[in-house]
């Protein structure tokens, strides 16, 4: 299958061309500016996609510039569809990656695709923006969209937390500093998460949203000491107040039964088996066989 992927060159990306490629399917790599809809159209009418996977967007929640979230999540993906629009022959399955920071502070976990949206951030807001504008092209394109929790693997910024204590590891540093180390959160595998999106372009329904999940928190505590497990190594840990956020959800995790239900148990490498790749690609020395 012909694939057009939208930031190939991003964290995400870079995994997912390599999935798509065991797979069999071709991967075209859109390299135009989404806020440029006339280069956007060029590319699109050039690629002639079967399929779509958007995952081009600024991601990193503490971006300087709100503005930008909506140019690029927003608009950046108007000009996309309008583009897959226009073909003489849409694609058959069109990907729309989002993200469980929609939900915002949800007290309830594990939380369903029913839990009403409450974004707390640029981020959020622009990617809920852009479910609602997308649905207004589903009587011409068979889109869908993914929600993912939490997920690493290696050449994820050290801007997210398990790169920044993988780094950590990495140079033996002394000290860490962390906020609450008590907080549950989802670590998937950025490899599950792939697999999940390649499944759901066959299984998908028009109009829907999946979550990207496993239902399996854990405490940045347990990394830490899976970490140091791992590589012998163990570094002071200091709770830094700045990195502590007022009222912060203690446990927060999805529920995967609509994603199981559509393609099936998926394989999923357990958290010290992605750990160990992390630290293996960081070239731990310990990890050299």
Same mark, same amino acid.
């Given at each position: 299958?012909?694939?057009?992927?939208?930031?190939?060159?991003?964290?995400?990306?870079?995994?997912?061309?390599?999935?798509?490629?065991?797979?069999?399917?071709?991967?075209?790599?859109?390299?135009?500016?989404?806020?440029?809809?006339?280069?956007?159209?060029?590319?699109?009418?050039?690629?002639?996609?079967?399929?779509?996977?958007?995952?081009?967007?600024?991601?990193?929640?503490?971006?300087?510039?709100?503005?930008?979230?909506?140019?690029?999540?927003?608009?950046?993906?108007?000009?996309?569809?309008?583009?897959?629009?226009?073909?003489?022959?849409?694609?058959?399955?069109?990907?729309? !990656?989002?993200?469980?920071? =929609? %939900?915002?502070? #949800?007290?309830?976990? *594990?939380? &369903?695709?029913?839990?009403?949206?409450?974004?707390?951030?640029?981020?959020?807001?622009?990617?809920?923006?852009?479910?609602?504008?997308?649905?207004?092209?589903?009587?011409?394109?068979?889109?869908?969209?993914?929600?993912?929790?939490?997920?690493?693997?290696?050449?994820?910024?050290?801007?997210?937390?398990?790169?920044?204590?993988?780094?950590?590891?990495?140079?033996?540093?002394?000290?860490?500093?962390?906020?609450?180390?008590?907080?549950?959160?989802?670590?998937?595998?950025?490899?599950?998460?792939?697999?999940?999106?390649?499944?759901?372009?066959?299984? !998908?329904?028009?109009?829907? =949203? %999946?979550?990207? #999940?496993?239902?399996? *928190?854990? &405490?940045?505590?347990?990394?830490?000491?899976?970490?140091?497990?791992?590589?012998?190594?163990?570094?002071?840990?200091?709770?830094?107040?700045?990195?502590?956020?007022?009222?912060?959800?203690?446990?927060?995790?999805?529920?995967?039964?609509?994603?199981?239900?559509?393609?099936?148990?998926?394989?999923?490498?357990?958290?010290?088996?992605?750990?160990?790749?992390?630290?293996?690609?960081?070239?731990?020395?310990?990890?050299?066989?």
């Amino acid at each position: 299958m012909k694939l057009l992927l939208t930031g190939a060159h991003g964290f995400t990306g870079t995994h997912f061309i390599k999935a798509a490629y065991d797979y069999g399917h071709e991967v075209v790599a859109l390299q135009a500016d989404l806020k440029d809809p006339k280069a956007v159209r060029r590319e699109v009418v050039h690629a002639a996609p079967e399929a779509v996977v958007h995952l081009g967007a600024i991601s990193f929640v503490g971006h300087a510039d709100a503005s930008a979230f909506y140019k690029v999540n927003v608009i950046g993906t108007l000009n996309l569809l309008d583009a897959l629009a226009a073909l003489a022959q849409p694609p058959r399955s069109i990907l729309l !990656a989002s993200s469980a920071n =929609v %939900y915002g502070n #949800c007290e309830q976990s *594990p939380i &369903t695709e029913e839990q009403p949206p409450a974004p707390v951030n640029h981020y959020a807001m622009s990617k809920l923006a852009m479910e609602y504008m997308a649905i207004t092209y589903l009587d011409r394109l068979p889109l869908f969209f993914v929600r993912p929790f939490n997920y690493i693997g290696p050449g994820q910024p050290e801007s997210f937390i398990i790169p920044k204590l993988v780094a950590h590891f990495t140079r033996r540093a002394e000290l860490v500093e962390l906020g609450n180390i008590e907080v549950e959160r989802e670590f998937n595998d950025v490899r599950f998460v792939c697999e999940a999106y390649l499944q759901l372009l066959k299984k !998908a329904e028009p109009g829907e =949203v %999946y979550n990207i #999940c496993s239902g399996k *928190p854990v &405490t940045l505590k347990f990394v830490l000491d899976l970490l140091g497990q791992i590589t012998g190594y163990h570094p002071q840990v200091k709770v830094n107040l700045a990195f502590v956020r007022d009222n912060e959800i203690h446990r927060l995790c999805g529920s995967p039964a609509k994603l199981n239900s559509v393609v099936g148990n998926i394989w999923q490498p357990t958290l010290q088996e992605t750990l160990q790749w992390m630290l293996g690609a960081a070239d731990i020395p310990e990890l050299r066989s």
